[in-house]
């Protein structure tokens, strides 16, 4: 755990809004060094002139997390403008919805590519520089959290392309937790599960790139998009509430860190089913309204 992040370094990818900037926020609050990495140049920008406003050293680094070459050259910077990381912030992604057959190769291969992928070269480039400076100096303490979602432990209807990849970041971040503990004390690790939460994921196809945008949305990825937006967009817990979250559970060690801790029911009743071989509940099975108006629009002609 982390407890004292001033003079600290943090890597935060997807720094050019939503949880990314508003954790670079409290990281220069609290006198940290902030790596801003984000594939939107001009929002890169802004959220480095604040942060450098703030007071915070900053490095601010321009990338796509699917490229590994890039998140590669993302780590030899870090290294030699502020040495190995203590928090390493895996956040970037980006949304995708609609009906699973109707989603194309392109639409896997990106949101596969940043939501999956991006984690794991994260992963794969950072970690074994925080084990190399824990095992330099025995009073280093370093934290990787990995931004999943509640999609990642429920099977929302109409937006599987999005779930499988946030199942496997879950996944991939309790293997990350487990593999860390059998190597060293001084490093964890946590999983970010955000529910309905205003950030720019719902826009984020504006970064999609240009060979991969499909001609036409069909009806499901229309209503999809158009679902999202409103239950999003009024979301009553802000970026920055959710930002607080990650730094508290930093400092508590604290592994699967919830926006949303009431929507666990939903959870529970998913694990359920898997343990009673029952077929799978309607996640929103509490807002049926929710189904009812879905499968309306997706019947209407």
């Known amino acids: 755990m982390i407890t004292d992040f001033k003079n600290k370094t943090a890597v ?21 060094n902030l790596v801003l990495a984000d594939v939107q140049q001009d929002a890169l920008d802004q959220a480095e002139a604040e942060i450098q406003a703030a007071g915070a050293p ?104 999005y779930g499988a990849s946030k199942h496997a970041v879950v996944s991939m971040s309790e293997t990350l937790f487990q593999d860390l503990s059998l190597v060293t004390s001084q490093i964890s690790a946590s999983v970010l599960c955000p529910f309905f939460v205003p950030t720019g994921i719902t826009q984020s196809h504006r970064n ?7 001609v036409k949305p069909t009806k499901s990825q229309l209503i999809g998009q158009a679902m999202s937006d409103k239950a999003v967009g009024s979301g009553k817990v802000s970026a920055a509430d959710v930002a607080q979250k990650v730094f508290d559970a930093i400092a508590a060690n604290q592994f699967y860190i919830y926006s949303h801790p009431k929507a666990i029911g939903s959870v529970q009743v998913r694990l359920e089913d898997i343990m009673l071989a029952r077929n799978p509940t309607d996640p929103f099975s509490h807002k049926p309204e929710l189904g009812v108006e879905l499968k309306r629009l997706l019947r209407a002609d």
Request: proline share 5%; aromatic share 8%.
């Open 58 to 161: 900053v490095l601010a680094f321009k990338l796509d997390v699917s490229k590994a070459n890039e998140v590669e050259a993302l780590g030899r910077a870090v290294q030699k403008r502020f040495g190995a990381p203590h928090f390493v912030f895996n956040n970037a992604g980006v949304g995708a919805g609609g009906l699973i057959w109707e989603n194309t190769v392109q639409d896997w291969e990106w949101v596969i590519g940043v939501n999956l992928m991006g984690v794991a070269h994260g992963i794969r480039v950072f970690t074994p520089m925080m084990l190399e400076a824990a095992k330099i100096d025995p009073a280093y303490r370093g934290h990787i959290v990995n931004t999943a979602s509640m999609a990642g432990l429920l099977n929302a209807p109409n937006m599987g392309i």
């Open 208 to 214: 999609r790139p240009a060979d991969g945008v499909p």
């Open 12 to 32: 935060l990818t997807g720094a050019g809004s939503g949880f990314g900037l508003e954790c670079a926020r409290i990281g220069a609050r609290l006198g940290m």
